[in-house]
């Protein structure tokens, strides 16, 4: 079956939050002011965040998330008690209905310059455009970054793979794939080599290894989702492995997604305007092992 280029929404509008908590405090009315407009976070983008998938109640990976996001609190010199953040999710999750699926949030700030960092969480529905991107798969086109596949090697003031508020390039890069008529972006490197997508991981499918961009040197955040992926995928018989790809390796594959939390794996159906195929079978069975 081949793809076509899928008929792109025009730019989202933000969902307002269903349920807002704020760490030390617990839910507050969603309207409730939380931020000081000094924060730093604010200011600055000076903080790490966590987007998870609430699911019938349940936060699907939160020991992972939360690893993840202890690691950039470490990289940003934060404060960040694991435990602390396991009860406060559970505890703020509780005051919603155990069924559907929801998007959840967990941000922490530096606060104010000399004030306290500032952890909340907010709880807001699946992006509208998500059931037609999962159904129908996605365009997408290839952006560079403007870094080598090595720049982030030995460079720790860089930041690489740690998932920080910092976000203005990332949505810049999804509003030049949609004013292009595409879903999503794949960065490029500055030597040839895909990266990842502004909020997703890549993969890739050559017969049955199961392919996606190294961390190390790159920058690339490590996905909590592709991670899961490739461990029930080994138990299913694919090989895994990551390897640094071409844009001409993406379009060559039997099959390319773009694998994150909330969305799940998207196939992948025009790259650049050009059309590949599509294994349906394959793809859900990938969603399956995504938890989806």
Not at 177 to 186: I, L, T, W
């Amino acid at each position: 079956m081949v793809g076509s280029v899928c008929r792109v929404a025009a730019d989202p509008v933000p969902e307002a939050p269903v349920l807002l908590a704020v760490l030390g405090r617990g839910v507050v009315d969603a309207a409730t002011p939380v931020l000081s407009a000094t924060d730093e976070g604010f200011t600055r983008g000076d903080g790490c965040f966590e987007g998870c998938r609430l699911v019938d109640g349940a936060v699907a990976k939160l020991d992972a998330h939360l690893a993840r996001m202890a690691r950039s609190a470490s990289a940003l010199g934060l404060p960040f008690d694991a435990a602390s953040w396991h009860a406060f999710v559970s505890d703020s999750v509780a005051h919603l209905p155990r069924t559907g699926e929801s998007a959840l949030k967990l941000v922490l700030s530096r606060g104010p310059s000399g004030g306290a960092p500032l952890g909340l969480l907010f709880v807001t529905p699946v992006p509208a455009d998500t059931p037609r991107q999962r159904r129908d798969g996605i365009g997408i086109v290839t952006l560079p970054r403007g870094t080598a596949s090595t720049a982030y090697a030995d460079a720790p003031w860089l930041l690489g793979g740690v998932k920080t508020l910092s976000y203005a390039v990332n949505m810049a890069a999804q509003r030049e794939a949609r004013r292009r008529g595409a879903d999503d972006v794949v960065f490029v490197s500055s030597d040839g080599y895909v990266l990842e997508a502004p909020t997703s991981s890549v993969v890739l499918a050559v017969g049955r290894d199961l392919l996606t961009t190294p961390i190390a040197g790159t920058g690339i955040l490590g996905g909590t989702t592709q991670a899961l992926l490739f461990e029930r995928a080994a138990r299913d018989g694919w090989r895994t492995g990551e390897v640094l790809s071409t844009v001409a390796d993406l379009a060559a594959a039997d099959s390319c997604w773009l694998v994150s939390t909330v969305r799940g794996p998207v196939d992948v159906v025009a790259i650049d305007g050009e059309p590949r195929p599509r294994d349906l079978a394959r793809t859900a069975r990938i969603r399956e092992l995504c938890g989806f």
